[in-house]
């Protein structure tokens, strides 16, 4: 694939699977397709599942001004926090870099960065890890204790957390999402979707206490080996963030479109 073709692919599985994530929590969320502009907004508790994105390609400086501004009205029109997602390299280079300037003129700023991963790679063997066991998320409690990992990894309330999964029937039958348990304890968790012929990584994370020790990569590939053995699928799609991105290259990722993460300015 080549560059542009990349961000275009990442931008686009953001925007599928985010629209059943977010219709997940709530049927009558905000899924809007906005020229220039896809609304994925379930004004959850758990500020992921309500995002906004720019979609258009080679927008130039003029055009980035004008959707942020109104990215930014959609974003205090709600209720919950949430976040924009640009991908660099839908941009023009003029734009890329007056990126941050634009976005604060539109009362924006710049929360944390990420990038784009794909890769042809699948099938992965099933993975064994010497301290962990896997299992399925299937019940309420399963949920709860992903939701909670999720929480601790990122920084939120675990209510936050728990409201954006809490008694999902999309999580427990369509989403092969995985716990790693040490000693019987979740410690670690990955999940995997199909989302347009490819197998979508989400929320990798894996309790603060227990890092740098491979549980994260471990629990990925368990995830991408069980959505690839029922799907078939060879294709796999990811955003990381900064603290995950050593991680998936290892597995087979190959790192695409730079990605920034932007809040409303206080």
Not at 142 to 165: I, T, V
Not at 174 to 195: H, I, K, N, Q, S
Not at 225 to 234: K, P
Request: proline share 6%; with cysteine.
């Amino acid at each position: 694939m080549t560059e542009l073709a990349d961000a275009v692919e990442s931008m686009e599985q953001l925007a599928v699977v985010w629209r059943a994530m977010v219709l997940d929590r709530d049927p009558d969320a905000d899924v809007r397709d906005l020229p220039g502009i896809a609304v994925r907004w379930a004004d959850s508790r758990f500020a992921f599942w309500n995002c906004v994105t720019l979609t258009d390609v080679h927008a130039d400086t003029e055009a980035v001004g004008r959707q942020l501004r109104q990215a930014a009205g959609i974003m205090r029109a709600k209720t919950r926090p949430g976040f924009l997602w640009i991908f660099d390299d839908l941009l023009t280079e003029d734009a890329r870099g007056k990126l941050d300037a634009l976005a604060g003129r539109a009362g924006l700023a710049h929360a944390f960065p990420g990038t784009g991963m794909a890769g042809d790679l699948l099938p992965v063997p099933d993975p064994a890890h010497p301290e962990l066991t896997f299992v399925r998320v299937s019940t309420d409690e399963h949920l709860r204790a992903y939701a909670d990992l999720n929480s601790r990894a990122y920084g939120f309330p675990p209510e936050h957390g728990r409201d954006g999964l809490a008694g999902s029937s999309l999580w427990t039958t369509e989403v092969y999402a995985y716990l790693g348990l040490r000693d019987g304890v979740p410690v670690t968790c990955a999940a995997t979707v199909e989302a347009e012929g490819r197998l979508f990584v989400i929320l990798v994370a894996t309790d603060p206490r227990w890092e740098r020790r491979g549980y994260g990569e471990a629990v990925t590939r368990k995830a991408l080996h069980e959505g690839a053995r029922a799907t078939g699928l060879t294709r796999a799609t990811l955003h990381a963030t900064t603290a995950g991105a050593p991680v998936y290259p290892r597995i087979g990722f190959v790192p695409n479109s730079p990605m920034g993460f932007y809040g409303l300015a206080d």
